[in-house]
């Protein structure tokens, strides 16, 4: 039983910038990959970006040079630094943890609630 919980969204103008954080809590024996997604009304969710174990990025294409991924392992944290942010970035945002939660389980996909990103013009 693992529990993620996202924070740090609200509300932020055109060209400012915010710092998303996740955090899990529960029976966890190591994280594997951990991620961001959006979603904007009326849009599917899309991938924001996502970072390995070892410390390999991806970004989406539309984030890349602005948003920013880490990852505390000793924490078992996630954050996503935002920089200049554009109302085409409002949506809400997600986490999503792959959890091995004993030695020798395959890994299980575990999401927050998410948390609201609005950037206004």
């Known amino acids: 039983q693992v529990q993620l919980a996202e924070s740090g969204g609200g509300l932020v103008q055109a060209g400012g910038s915010l710092r998303l954080s996740c955090a899990a809590s529960?029976?966890?024996?190591?994280?594997?990959?951990m991620g961001w997604y959006r979603q904007a009304p009326g849009k599917q969710r899309e991938l924001v970006a996502t970072?390995?174990?070892?410390?390999?990025?991806t970004y989406a294409d539309s984030v890349k040079g602005r948003f920013t991924v880490s990852r505390d392992n000793a924490k078992n944290t996630l954050a996503l630094q935002m920089n200049s942010l554009t109302p085409e970035d409002t949506a809400v945002y997600y986490c999503?943890?792959?959890?091995?939660?004993?030695?020798?389980?395959?890994?299980?996909?575990?999401w927050g609630k998410g948390t609201q990103v609005t950037v206004s013009s």
């Open positions: 999503n943890f792959v959890v091995i939660s004993r030695p020798g389980y395959y890994g299980v996909d575990y």
């Open positions: 529960g029976r966890i024996f190591i994280i594997n990959a």
């Open positions: 970072i390995t174990s070892g410390g390999s990025t």
